[in-house]
């Protein structure tokens, strides 16, 4: 499994939703490689020596947590924001009426006492409240910024920073939102002008929360992994026998759902030896997180096994059984194991049946669970998570902050899960007329009428930020820190939306020349036209550079523009390889869907990629074929997609080794 793959399956198998921030998967395990834009692909996912101590602790570490082991040594989390977030307007998801600050989630292991330390950027010049609750509840409100102001010898009044503030709570162990926020001082406050000086000048802002505890813990408490790991619980005067035969319960339970299989004589006995020797240390309850800890290392929960049949011929291929079907469906959609309801109808046999998989495969697109197919799959495809990375000069773009790079991802990612989840056509993602946006966004794009920190669906009238070509984050990804790049535009549709990737470039490439001989700036058009004279760029330049320009109207964070860096005229038209001329996004996009299946196709290779672990072969290129022309029977929906991916025989089929 990749590390997010495993990160979904102890969530899964445990019900550990939200694991604390010290507990992360992401924390614990290394990042996994990735190629072809995927890091899920089997070449690269190899077990080292020190990758296995790294996943021996992190066992250790969940299994307690899972159990509620009492003797925890008390956790310490650390949640720190951004220094570019402004925290002037609401947060969504902490109270209405409140201002900046955050809300996170965790799974607290025990009951007990727990610190909640807040943290300040900097001094408040005149008194706050400060709100913080859990679960929706205020636990505390307290007040910052009364410290009086001092003169320096200069006559010039400083403030001493505003101390940081514990509070000691009362908390049930399971998973906890806790939030931390500013009260309005008033109604004055909320007027724009007043609260964007206020906010940089005066108003303070939150730097990190921390939580930590328990502090003299009180037992493991009732949580939704509890419940689901216990579901049996003999009582403290039960015999070793009906232990025993409880953790037997259990542990089937368990492995059922962690190995994708029945489980055996051998697997209960492997996992009931460690339970004994933690039924010798602590008990009962010792004993099954002993157990847990050896089963998230197990062969059997780590690797997808699929064993090839007792009888095959050299190179012969097979079909994989339902068990192992049932496996490849659940991390192709989920990311994450199976559930009973697919075990179930696998250990019967009949999820070969094509109307029983049929079935299957649209309930589970209709889970929750398959907004993977966003966050793991689309992310990758579209390189979304680099967003994250880029920095654009604060000296160009100074209106350039945090919250405009969270709203970007955000946008993309409600926009993609409107497509592939409500089954929509795949070509929307390139011409839908909506999206996604908050006051921030929707003020960085001109959009009126938008008002709030909270997400909505609107309809754009103007057909140039149409799809994905037109969002911030694809065109500030594709962007440098200082100007706009027609080759990373270009190069990123060729490769992502027309499975046509340039080759790499050559060493020593020189830098554009941005003025002419005499001095006089160059347009991007005609620096890219000299850089395009040198025959060894020009091959490659002249398939790139066209698609490019076609978004030079906007600027490098996604901004529309007429004029250019040098302030020159921007030319957005262009001429593709066949002779067609397009000028603009609109007209790119109307190119690019007049053929709608080489987009299709790209789609087809890499959810195909995505879905079988490896990169896809010449050999593949006749199932694909059929799969987009079945898809076009039902106008390219996204379902229709997966479906043929499923059916297909790479995905229920595998060749002898």
């Not at 102890?10 to 990042?31: G, N, Q």
């Not at 072809?36 to 790294?54: C, H, I, W, Y």
């Not at 001329?581 to 299709?600: N, S, T, W």
């Not at 050999?619 to 479906?643: G, N, W």
Request: charged share 25%; with cysteine.
């Amino acid at each position: 499994m990749s590390r997010t793959e495993y990160q979904n399956a102890v969530r899964d198998l445990l019900a550990l939703d939200d694991l604390p921030k010290e507990l992360d998967i992401a924390v614990m395990l290394p990042a996994d490689n990735a190629t072809s834009g995927f890091d899920n692909l089997a070449d690269l996912l190899f077990v080292s020596p020190t990758l296995m101590e790294r996943y021996l602790a992190a066992a250790r570490k969940i299994s307690r947590l899972a159990v509620g082991d009492p003797t925890m040594l008390p956790i310490v989390d650390t949640y720190q924001l951004d220094r570019d977030l402004v925290q002037d307007g609401h947060v969504p998801g902490l109270p209405l009426g409140t201002r900046g600050g955050t809300r996170v989630r965790s799974h607290l292991p025990l009951d007990g006492e727990y610190l909640i330390t807040v943290q300040f950027t900097r001094a408040a010049r005149e008194p706050h409240d400060v709100e913080i609750s859990v679960d929706g509840e205020r636990v505390n409100l307290f007040t910052v910024g009364e410290n009086p102001p001092k003169r320096n010898g200069s006559g010039v009044s400083t403030f001493d920073a505003d101390p940081d503030v514990e509070v000691r709570v009362p908390l049930r162990a399971g998973p906890r939102d806790v939030a931390v926020s500013f009260l309005p001082k008033s109604g004055a406050l909320a007027e724009g002008s007043v609260r964007a000086y206020r906010s940089r000048s005066r108003q303070p802002s939150i730097a990190s929360l921390i939580i930590s505890g328990p502090f003299g813990a009180d037992g493991a408490g009732d949580t939704p992994s509890r419940r689901r790991i216990f579901g049996c619980q003999p009582g403290a005067a039960a015999s070793d026998t009906d232990q025993a035969s409880c953790a037997r319960t259990i542990l089937a339970a368990l492995a059922r759902r962690a190995y994708r299989r029945p489980v055996t004589e051998d697997d209960l006995g492997r996992l009931l030896q460690f339970y004994e020797q933690g039924r010798t240390e602590g008990g009962f309850e010792r004993g099954i997180q002993r157990s847990i800890e050896r089963l998230l290392v197990s062969p059997e929960f780590l690797f997808r096994v699929e064993r090839e049949p007792d009888v095959v011929s050299a190179d012969g291929v097979y079909p994989i059984n339902d068990l192992e079907l049932a496996s490849r469906l659940s991390f192709f959609l989920w990311s994450s194991i199976p559930d009973d309801e697919l075990l179930e109808v696998a250990t019967r046999g009949e999820l070969r049946d094509p109307a029983v998989l049929d079935r299957e495969v649209r309930r589970m697109l209709a889970d929750p669970r398959s907004s993977a197919l966003v966050t793991n799959f689309a992310e990758q495809w579209l390189f979304l998570r680099d967003v994250d990375a880029k920095e654009p000069d604060a000296g160009f773009f100074p209106g350039f902050d945090e919250n405009l790079r969270q709203a970007f991802r955000t946008e993309t990612t409600l926009f993609v899960d409107s497509v592939l989840r409500d089954d929509r056509s795949v070509l929307d993602l390139l011409t839908a007329n909506h999206t996604f946006v908050n006051e921030r966004l929707a003020k960085h794009y001109g959009i009126p009428h938008v008002y709030g920190s909270h997400f909505r669906r609107v309809d754009q009238e103007d057909g140039r930020r149409r799809g994905l070509l037109g969002q911030g984050s694809i065109l500030t990804l594709t962007s440098y820190g200082t100007r706009t790049s027609p080759v990373l535009r270009g190069k990123w549709i060729l490769e992502n939306l027309l499975s046509s990737p340039p080759p790499p470039p050559p060493p020593d490439v020189p830098s554009l020349d941005a003025t002419t001989e005499d001095g006089k700036p160059r347009s991007m058009r005609e620096a890219m036209e000299q850089h395009r004279a040198n025959p060894v760029c020009a091959s490659c330049h002249s398939q790139m550079d066209p698609l490019g320009f076609a978004l030079e109207n906007f600027d490098a964070i996604g901004r529309w523009r007429d004029r250019g860096e040098s302030n020159l005229p921007i030319d957005a038209s262009g001429l593709l390889p066949n002779g067609t001329r397009f000028d603009g996004p609109a007209g790119l996009r109307a190119e690019l869907v007049k053929a709608p299946e080489q987009f299709m196709t790209t789609v087809t290779e890499k959810l195909m990629t995505y879905a079988l672990g490896r990169g896809v072969e010449h050999f593949d290129a006749p199932t694909i074929r059929a799969i987009v022309r079945d898809a076009a029977r039902e106008d390219y929906r996204f379902a229709s997609v997966v479906v043929g991916i499923v059916n297909s025989t790479p995905f229920q089929m595998r060749k002898a080794q």
